[in-house]
């Protein structure tokens, strides 16, 4: 399988650009320098793809380059279908899973879990303890509105203050209405290694900008100084 390197201190950021959803976004990203590119099936979202899509997309991914696959409360007969159709590199659970229910899911697919978890409180902070000893890595992302569509992508941020010189069990990337403008502040704020982006390299809802993927990465992978 192919091993996910998680950034030392001092190299490059680590970038994954989320939701996807065709070649020539795939190819900005992996050209741009993205560690990891991410596929959305959550069928509300407008960044949604279904397995033969994904595999038609993931097969020319560079290798070395994660292939992840963003599930929302998905059951074993969904992941089972999509593990079969799609080369995935991880599984990255952004719905209400339990801790157990990560855990089983790592056992059955063989493959890393990136647990996510909604912050926008010091209180959301235990959830990140939680998950970090049964997950292979935590996305940090801002807690959706109770009244919103989807569970992620919505272009907000949290306070960054609130994670900021923490340290957790696993590695961790940080998500939430990150832009190419915001990123840089956003790593020298928090310390984060690896960060993700869905709607902030976009020009409407689901259409990336291959422009706007190409400033996110260069904004990540400059050098950053963390206070
Ligand atoms: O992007 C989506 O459509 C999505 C749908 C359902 C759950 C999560 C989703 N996206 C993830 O959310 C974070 C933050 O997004 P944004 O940058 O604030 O738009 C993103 O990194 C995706 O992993």
Redesign the pocket.
């Known amino acids: 399988m192919f091993r996910i390197h998680t950034p030392d201190q001092s190299g490059p950021v680590r970038v ?1 650009i ?2 996807l959803q065709t070649p020539e976004s795939v190819a900005a990203a992996a050209d741009a320098g993205a560690g990891y590119v ?1 596929f ?1 099936f ?1 069928g ?5 793809v279904n397995a033969e899509l994904a595999r038609d997309l993931a097969v020319d991914v560079p290798l070395g380059v994660a292939k992840v696959a ?1 599930t ?1 409360n998905a059951d074993d007969a969904f992941l089972d279908q999509l593990c079969e159709t799609v080369p995935l590199d991880m599984l ?1 659970l ?2 209400g899973e339990s801790p157990k229910r990560v855990a089983e899911v790592r056992a059955r697919y063989g493959l890393p879990v990136m647990k ?1 978890v909604g912050v926008a409180t010091e209180a959301d902070l235990a959830d990140i303890e939680r998950y970090s000893t049964v997950a292979d890595q935590i ?1 940090i ?2 807690k959706p509105n109770p009244n919103a569509d ?8 949290f306070d960054w203050q609130l994670i900021a010189n923490r340290r957790w069990a696993c590695p961790w990337m940080l ?4 832009t190419p403008e915001n990123v840089g502040r956003a790593i020298e704020l928090t310390g984060a290694r690896q960060v ?5 390299v976009e020009s409407a809802p ?1 259409i990336k900008d291959e422009s706007m993927i190409q400033d996110f990465i260069n904004a990540a992978r400059k050098e950053h100084s963390h206070e």
Do not use: Y
């Open positions: 994954k989320c939701g991410g959305v959550f509300k979202s407008p960044r949604n963003l929302v990255q952004h719905g996510a996305l992302d801002a989807l569970p992620g992508g919505n272009g907000i941020a998500a939430g209405g990150l993700d982006v869905s709607s902030g689901g």
